[in-house]
């Protein structure tokens, strides 16, 4: 009766560890990652990449189900991309890859590998001047809050780069991704057009 005792004891135990790990695997990301691996043991997802970001190749380790918003904010270091929904709805972490807006909070890191990603960091010149756009925003008072901004910023850029002349209904539609909470958005509007030199 004693031996048999001791390996109960023991397989409860090992029955305790097991739980302990798969919740603390789960709640990390880390069994989904482990799980992946053990279904392809042949190497998976790379996990350190190199990303172009602001015009500078950055080294990065990233897990496969990563989002570009992550990745940017809490491994580059570069919080201006705001998180606020992190579902693709109100367009506060939007970046430009390849010059189109896209939301960062619904891009994985891995699909931008190959392609160029510009924060709203990488706006401002070597010299610190302003782009248009973020100059123009602040002679129109744009911002009320400021959390939605740089979000705003990089739509309207995206939007000059592809039409440089844009009709207010243009920018409207353009910038109808970017949701600002305060309601300020003649003023952003404001700010497009002057970017643009149809407001002076």
Request: proline share 3%; charged share 20%; net charge positive.
């Amino acid at each position: 009766m004693g031996p048999n005792k001791v390996n109960i004891t023991l397989t409860r135990r090992r029955f305790i560890k097991s739980v302990i790990f798969s919740a603390a695997a789960a709640s990390s990301g880390a069994g989904w990652y482990m799980a992946s691996a053990a279904s392809n043991p042949a190497g998976g997802v790379e996990r350190l990449v190199s990303i172009n970001v602001n015009g500078r190749v950055r080294r990065v380790d990233v897990l496969p189900q990563e989002t570009l918003a992550h990745t940017l904010r809490y491994k580059l270091g570069l919080t201006g991309t705001k998180v606020a929904c992190n579902r693709g709805e109100c367009g506060a972490c939007t970046v430009l890859i390849d010059d189109v807006n896209y939301y960062s909070c619904s891009t994985l890191t891995h699909n931008v590998k190959d392609r160029a990603v510009l924060t709203v960091e990488g706006l401002r010149a070597e010299d610190g001047t302003l782009h248009a756009v973020q100059a123009a925003f602040i002679q129109e008072l744009s911002p009320a809050c400021g959390f939605c901004t740089s979000g705003q910023v990089m739509s309207a850029v995206a939007l000059l780069k592809a039409n440089p002349k844009p009709t207010r209904q243009q920018a409207r539609e353009a910038m109808s991704g970017n949701l600002c909470r305060c309601g300020a958005y003649d003023h952003y509007l404001n700010g497009v057009m002057r970017a643009s030199g149809q407001l002076s």
